[in-house]
């Protein structure tokens, strides 16, 4: 079947059953947000801390060895994580403990074997993470993440991830030398900005796009500073637990959540249509 133009020229019909170009997923491919989300996300984080400092100081293969290692080993989850059709707790998880890692290696040795100053990284790694939200726009008209339902959006969202795990390093680094606050009073006042950006959003109508990504970046020196106390030894103000019983600890409780969350499913969001893969506004 054609359709006639006014110069006879014959086009094909557009079949409104054809597959998208683009591969999606009838789910969601990241959990709901929801206070699992953020507890498991503050929990991740504070593992990457420790075990950065485990694996460096312990592992023998020098920092650049060990960034190499956990590179690969992130590389291997995240081809099973785009590979899996829908949201699957302990793969994304996963995925995410290890870019906690890796961001961590990527500040530290910018900072310790090129000398870097964390000035400069800081402002790297957040023109970096501008320029994935200003792609991810342009490209997606969205920047929600509850729409990555497309290789394409999830690429940009790990991406941003990524950026995000690195910014918050080297930023977190730069303000606990600056300011030189301690562990508990620094994990204090982030989680007093972080409420006060929840109060905004709900009390304020701040846009739940910007306030979701605003908040991952400062759960990461939450975590890296909840970390460093309960893991630091108590002449340098933290509780003296050490590296391997916190990270083992705190490995613990994330297993016990996402086995939790595999069972209820409480972090899957389903898509109700396949009309929803059309471009959605930003902050939607």
């Not at 759960?219 to 309960?230: F, M, N």
């Not at 030894?233 to 590296?243: H, K, R, S």
Request: glycine letters at 8%; one cysteine or more; proline letters at 4%.
């Amino acid at each position: 079947m054609t359709y006639e133009t006014p110069g006879n020229v014959a086009l094909p019909a557009v079949d409104a059953t054809a597959t998208p170009k683009r591969p999606w997923s009838r789910y969601n491919k990241v959990p709901e947000v929801t206070v699992y989300f953020w507890i498991i996300k503050i929990l991740c984080t504070t593992v990457g801390e420790t075990a950065a400092d485990l694996l460096n100081s312990n592992a023998g293969l020098g920092l650049t060895g060990v960034s190499v290692l956990m590179s690969a080993l992130l590389a291997v989850v995240l081809v099973v994580q785009f590979r899996t059709p829908a949201n699957r707790p302990g793969i994304y998880w996963l995925a995410v403990t290890l870019i906690s890692v890796v961001g961590t290696l990527i500040s530290d040795n910018l900072t310790d074997n090129m000398g870097v100053p964390l000035e400069t990284s800081t402002a790297v790694f957040a023109l970096i993470l501008a320029i994935v939200f200003l792609v991810w726009n342009r490209r997606e008209r969205t920047l929600s993440i509850h729409h990555i339902d497309t290789t394409g959006r999830e690429a940009f969202y790990w991406l941003a991830v990524l950026s995000t795990f690195a910014l918050g390093t080297a930023g977190g680094d730069l303000a606990s030398e600056r300011i030189s606050l301690g562990y508990w009073l620094s994990a204090t006042l982030l989680s007093m900005v972080i409420a006060a950006i929840a109060i905004a959003y709900f009390a304020l109508d701040l846009d739940a796009v910007w306030s979701f990504w605003i908040v991952y970046i400062l759960t990461r020196p939450l975590g890296a500073s909840i970390g460093d106390y309960l893991s630091q030894p108590t002449g340098d103000g933290g509780l003296g637990f050490g590296t391997v019983v916190t990270s083992v600890l705190f490995l613990a409780v994330i297993l016990g959540l996402v086995v939790y969350l595999s069972v209820t499913r409480k972090n899957v969001i389903e898509r109700k249509s396949a009309s929803r893969h059309a471009a959605q506004p930003a902050g939607q």
